[in-house]
């Protein structure tokens, strides 16, 4: 054994205990990271995985805005927390997912009363973790190309105006200065007239955004993709992506998964059908991008499948290690995704 080769097994025994199974996605070069939630951290298996594999986490539920203040002003930051501790320990970065959002929001919460709920919110969060994250998505799905103005109609908007998301980015930047602070969005990836529309109405934003001096430094792009209905179209996601870099904007992927229903029913041809998919997006997009997400690390901890699916014999294979934590087809093609570039 040469000495870089100790040095790396004894660092990844002091970081990673108990692994096997050599390097994972967050030794390939780009970093990768996973959404996660606290609960599967009692997990021995599971957390070990995260462990060898991310390099930065996501709280897959525990910092939606109805688990972080249940009730007005009452903050319960516990899951959030455990994540950080468990990310710390384990050389890993965490992301802020989502401060603005129009779903998972506390009940009480169905109107925008005063001003503060918006940046109070935001500041209250972030500078908690002020100076220790990846990165945030400040705004989470504002885009809605069937509403007027291009913008969901949310209580935010209606609160606020379309001024709402330079608000809550102005809050963001003051709130912990060198974050970085990504707008992030799912329609932007597939080739549907849909996504046509999508995509110029998010270089529209983005522009505009840029024209106001509004602090976004990136673009997330979820990269949610399926193998039944509209696919991945490289030529317009490729021209769209230039243009997002040439004015200034990062950017990331950050929930990517492929939704296999409708695939083949046997699993191994299932997983290849799952893995080409990503494929497709990542040979564009991954090159493009400074970190690459997936919205979760295993099959484990899917939704448990519908009766349909059931009916059929066949659970969901969406993520890159299956129930039992082995690597498959969608695992090996990020690997290289990650370290082509
Ligand atoms: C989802 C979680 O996966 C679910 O567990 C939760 O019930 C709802 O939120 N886009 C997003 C994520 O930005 O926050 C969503 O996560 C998935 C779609």
């Known amino acids: 054994m040469n000495r870089r080769e100790f040095l790396l097994q004894s660092s990844a025994v002091a970081l990673r205990p108990s692994i096997t199974g050599g390097q994972g996605l967050r030794d390939q070069g780009k970093p990768y990271g996973t959404a996660a939630s606290s609960f599967q951290l009692r997990d021995g298996d599971f957390a070990a995985a995260l462990a060898r594999e991310a390099a930065i986490l996501v709280p897959e539920y525990e910092m939606k805005r109805g688990v972080i203040e249940p009730s007005p002003g009452r903050y319960d930051f516990s899951g959030v927390d455990k994540l950080l501790a468990f990310a ?3 050389a890993m970065q965490l992301r802020g997912h989502p401060l603005v959002w129009h779903k998972r929001n506390p009940d009480w919460l169905t109107e925008v009363g005063a001003e503060s709920q918006l940046m109070g919110y935001i500041s209250q969060v972030m500078s908690r973790y002020s100076g220790q994250f990846h990165s945030w998505d400040v705004v989470n799905e504002a885009i809605d190309v069937t509403a007027p103005g291009n913008l969901r109609q949310t209580i935010w908007l209606k609160r606020f105006g379309r001024d709402y998301i330079d608000i809550a980015f102005e809050a963001a930047r003051a709130a912990d200065p060198e974050a970085m602070l990504v707008y992030n ?12 529309r999508f995509r110029a109405a998010t270089l529209d934003f983005l522009e505009g955004a840029r024209a106001r001096g509004v602090p976004i430094d990136a673009l997330g792009l979820q990269g949610h993709l399926g193998l039944s209905g509209p696919q991945v179209d490289q030529a317009k996601l490729a021209i769209f992506l230039d243009r997002v870099k040439a004015m200034g904007f990062k950017i990331l992927i950050t929930e990517h998964d ?3 229903d409708g695939g083949a029913a046997d699993p191994a041809t299932r997983d290849r059908q799952v893995a080409d998919a990503s494929r497709r997006f990542l040979d564009v997009a991954a090159p493009h991008a400074v970190a690459v997400l997936t919205w979760g690390l295993s099959d484990r901890y899917l939704d448990p499948p519908s009766w349909r699916q059931k009916l ?3 659970s969901p294979r969406r ?15 990020l690997s290289k995704e990650l370290a082509r570039h």
């Not at 969005?185 to 046509?196: F, I, K, Q, S, T």
């Not at 993520?319 to 093609?333: G, H, Y």
């Open 88 to 90: 710390r320990a384990h």
């Open 185 to 196: 969005d799912w329609g932007c990836e597939l080739g549907a007239p849909d996504n046509d």
């Open 258 to 260: 492929v939704d296999d």
């Open 312 to 314: 059929m014999g066949w």
């Open 319 to 333: 993520l890159p290690l299956d129930a039992s934590l082995a690597r498959k087809p969608l695992w090996t093609v």
